[in-house]
């Protein structure tokens, strides 16, 4: 059996509020545990402070986590169903002790079920998967988000036609789980030009896109859905993402957002670009994002070294 997740047909008792659905940058590769060097050391520590922080602006610990990565796309929608998933590492020509780190968080039987239930129901066609492990876009920023790795998690594939519309649609299909103690989590970057980075085009087209993303993801719900179902029309929305995958996991978020006002909650400068992570629904505070980092979750005795930015991606 998998791990039980127990779904409440009422918001979660322990909390009478619906939990939220977050879009967080996930960072490059395994970023957060080895020495950077391609440009300042701290190029990460903000990034790194605002994930630690994550816990408690949510306020309130979830039954379980569904989570949709830009790194997972299929031809229909995947769920993960393993009980233990593996990790999947998807990046390549790092240090070797970032090939060490660990999260063995449970998955759910039980909850992989609830989420095919719900895209039945939304007519969404889907298969689910018990042999693929969590990629780096969920077990990078989860070891800083949730180090103890004991909420049982479900990844959600995005659809490999990568259409802005239908990814809305599918937030939309697992809104229900939000009333039912389940955080819905986008990981991506809204900002994901692999050749830009560290470029004066990044700068100003990272920075130009950011300022439209934040007020499409402030507007009004249906001005927020058509807005995001139309990002290419967004100034310079090609410029931040020649190909969109790594956006898409925000359109699942803020189709599950429903009508839930949205906020912009971290915005940083990083390899010379402008990232930011969104947010709907209500959190439990605001907390500052600039702790210094700390290199947890690495292997002890481990050689940290620098590698080439465009090494964050699989050959």
């Known amino acids: 059996m998998g791990s039980t997740v127990h779904m409440m047909t009422e918001p979660n008792k322990t909390d009478p509020q619906r939990m939220p659905a977050v879009f967080v940058p996930h960072g490059g590769g395994p970023c957060f545990f080895m020495d950077w060097t391609m440009g300042p050391a701290d190029t990460w520590d903000r ?35 393993a009980v233990a998933p593996p990790l999947l590492f998807d990046y390549y020509g790092f240090p070797a002790h970032t090939y060490e780190l660990s999260y063995p968080a449970p998955g759910s039987v039980t909850l992989a079920q609830r989420i095919g239930e719900l895209l039945d129901t939304g007519g969404i066609a889907h298969r689910y998967d018990s042999t693929r492990g969590f990629d780096h876009g969920v077990f990078v920023p989860f070891l800083l ?11 959600v594939s995005l659809r490999s036609d990568l259409n802005a519309k239908f990814h809305l649609e599918l937030g939309a299909a697992l809104a229900p789980l939000r009333d039912e103690g389940i955080l819905i989590i ?111 979750g690495v292997p002890s005795g481990s050689t940290r070294e620098a590698i080439p930015f465009d090494r964050l991606e699989p050959a």
């Open 145 to 155: 988000m949730y180090p103890d790795a004991d909420i049982p998690i479900v990844q």
């Open 47 to 81: 990034l790194a402070a605002f994930l630690r922080s994550f816990n408690d602006r949510i306020g309130v610990r979830p039954d379980a986590i569904v989570v949709v990565s830009g790194h997972h796309e299929g031809d229909l929608v995947e769920i993960n169903n």
């Open 186 to 296: 986008g990981s991506g970057l809204s900002y994901h030009n692999m050749r830009a980075f560290m470029t004066p085009q990044a700068a100003q087209s990272s920075r130009v896109f950011d300022n439209w993303l934040s007020s499409a993801t402030t507007a009004a719900p249906p001005q927020r859905r058509a807005m995001l179902a139309n990002w290419e029309k967004a100034p310079a929305a090609r410029a931040a993402h020649p190909r969109e995958e790594h956006l898409l996991p925000l359109m699942v978020v803020a189709g599950a957002a429903e009508n839930d006002p949205g906020q912009q909650i971290f915005v940083g400068e990083i390899m010379g670009a402008t990232v930011s992570a969104h947010a709907f629904g209500k959190l439990a505070t605001t907390v500052e994002t600039n702790t210094p980092i700390k290199h947890s």
